[in-house]
Antibody
Framework: QVQLQESGPGLVKPSETLSLTCTVS????????WSWIRQPPGKSLEWIGH???????NYNPSLKSRVTISLDTSRNRFSLKLSSATAADTAVYYC??????????????????????WGQGTTVTVSS | DIQMTQSPSSLSASVGDRVTLTCRAS??????LNWYQQKPGKAPTLLIY???SLQSGVPPRFSGSGVGTDFTLTISSLQPGDFATYYC?????????FGQGTKLEIK
């Protein structure tokens, strides 16, 4: 069973860059999409973006100007950088595997995506 | 962005009850709808994908239905471990978006 583990500083100063890494326990990093999601205290989940196994990225437009997600297949990990951090970026940050699921129809297959494996989450506080 | 709206925001129920949670998308998303369960202090876990497919290891008392813009998650007989917050999420397009959650509490 694949496992994901987030790591990085729990405290970031305002205006600095928030940096997190997600380590994947097996070599499946070369096969799937890999996502970052965050959850501010007491609030719902916000998708930050994802990266494919080939390195192509897709970001939430609300964060796009500040976000970079990168992949390190040699170390089985992917990373998140969020620049110009503010108190509004205080949240639990999760990494997750975004799996493509194939359902075979009568004529053609259908493809769906779901976040089927999650890290335990890491709390990041932005404060001076 | 596609907006996901869940109702109710919270629900009180008893062990053994049948409950239905609702999720509505701001535009048609076909069957590209997932349901997650989150317990306090824990990461969400996938329950249902493609609107009605049960994730491996999830008890069959959980079921999902719907297509287009309206979706439901039904728990046929609530167990003590089911009291949690449930989120729907669309995977039709990016950015992926989540509902605000339904908190299921013990009556």
């Amino acid at each position: 069973q694949v496992q994901l583990q987030e790591s990085g500083p729990g405290l970031v100063k305002p205006s600095e860059t928030l940096s997190l890494t997600c380590t994947v326990s097996d070599d499946s990093i070369s096969t799937y999409y890999w996502s970052w999601i965050r959850q501010p205290p007491g609030k719902s989940l916000e998708w930050i973006g994802h990266i494919s196994s080939s390195g192509s990225t897709n970001y939430n437009p609300s964060l796009k100007s500040r976000v970079t997600i990168s992949l390190d297949t040699s170390r089985n990990r992917f990373s998140l950088k969020l620049s110009s951090a503010t108190a509004a970026d205080t949240a639990v940050y999760y990494c997750a595997r975004d799996t493509k699921i194939t359902i075979f129809g009568v004529v053609t297959p259908y493809y769906y995506y779901a976040l089927d494996v999650w890290g335990q989450g890491t709390t990041v506080t932005v404060s001076s | 962005d596609i907006q996901m709206t869940q109702s109710p925001s919270s629900l009180s129920a008893s062990v053994g009850d049948r409950v239905t949670l609702t999720c509505r998308a701001s535009q048609s998303i076909g069957s590209n709808l997932n349901w997650y369960q989150q317990k306090p202090g824990k990461a969400p876990t996938l329950l249902i994908y493609s609107a009605s497919s049960l994730q491996s290891g999830v008890p069959p008392r959980f079921s999902g239905s719907g297509v287009g813009t309206d979706f439901t998650l039904t728990i046929s007989s609530l167990q003590p471990g089911d009291f949690a917050t449930y989120y729907c999420q669309q995977s039709y397009s990016t950015p992926r978006t989540f509902g605000q959650g339904t908190k299921l509490e013990i009556k």
